[in-house]
């Protein structure tokens, strides 16, 4: 979170693919895992995304949402893109 250059740390870990990745997907709005995280990534794709939609559009981009771990509630929710 103090991480003044965090969109380059999140993009060279998006570039690893070692990197584990844990998304919380509390507040996103949409019905499903997959709802949720769809619209919050392409808002992330457009001008003045918020730093959450444009985290979801970058992971997106790297065809990394299938190796994500959500979360809703505290829990582990499963991953509608394996």
Same mark, same amino acid.
Do not use: C, H, K
């Given at each position: 979170?103090?991480?003044?250059?965090?969109?380059?740390?999140?993009?060279?870990?998006?570039?690893?693919?070692?990197?584990?990745?844990?998304?919380?997907?509390?507040?996103?709005? *949409? #019905? /499903? +895992?997959?709802?949720?995280? &769809?619209?919050?990534?392409? !808002?992330?794709?457009?001008? *003045? #995304? /918020? +730093?959450?939609?444009?985290? &979801?559009?970058?992971?997106? !981009?790297?065809?990394?949402? *299938?190796?994500?771990?959500?979360?809703?509630?505290?829990?582990?929710?499963?991953?509608?893109?394996?």
């Amino acid at each position: 979170m103090g991480d003044a250059n965090w969109q380059t740390t999140l993009q060279t870990a998006l570039g690893d693919s070692s990197t584990r990745i844990t998304v919380s997907l509390d507040g996103a709005s *949409g #019905a /499903t +895992p997959y709802s949720q995280f &769809m619209s919050a990534a392409q !808002q992330g794709l457009t001008p *003045g #995304a /918020t +730093p959450f939609n444009w985290e &979801m559009g970058q992971i997106y !981009q790297a065809g990394r949402q *299938g190796s994500v771990t959500f979360m809703q509630g505290g829990q582990v929710v499963p991953n509608p893109f394996r």
